[in-house]
């Protein structure tokens, strides 16, 4: 299984990022999805994550600012950030599921720049 990861870049404080993660390989069926990320010199922490049946969770810090959203049939899930500020700057990790037995795959990250 892989887990590609795509949408990160640099922007400026106030505008928006939509990240996407593909998984692909032999997978039988997906259960949770969800980003975490990873900021310099901080532990990384679940930004949001989402359920096979839609139910969804976020960070106190993300909260009506970023959308989960999962694609089944793509395989893919989406995170939508809106209003990013700064302290969003991070590495941005997709996580998947996988399987009966729930399998925790990573992707490889994608870099999150936000400038003030």
């Known amino acids: 299984v892989q887990l590609q990861a795509s949408g990160g870049g640099l922007v400026q404080a106030g505008g928006s990022l939509t990240l996407s993660c593909v998984a692909s390989?032999?997978?039988?069926?997906?259960?949770?999805m969800g980003w975490y990320r990873q900021a310099p010199g901080k532990q990384r922490e679940l930004v949001a994550d989402?359920?096979?049946?839609?139910?969804?969770k976020y960070a106190d810090s993300v909260k009506g600012r970023f959308t989960i959203s999962r694609d089944n049939a793509k395989s893919t899930v989406y995170l939508q950030m809106n209003s990013l500020k700064p302290e969003d700057t991070a590495v941005y990790y997709c996580?998947?599921?996988?399987?009966?037995?729930?399998?925790?795959?990573w992707g490889k990250g994608t870099q999150v720049t936000v400038s003030s």
């Open positions: 996580n998947v599921d996988i399987g009966s037995f729930g399998i925790p795959y």
């Open positions: 989402i359920t096979s049946g839609g139910s969804t």
């Open positions: 390989g032999r997978i039988s069926s997906i259960n949770e």
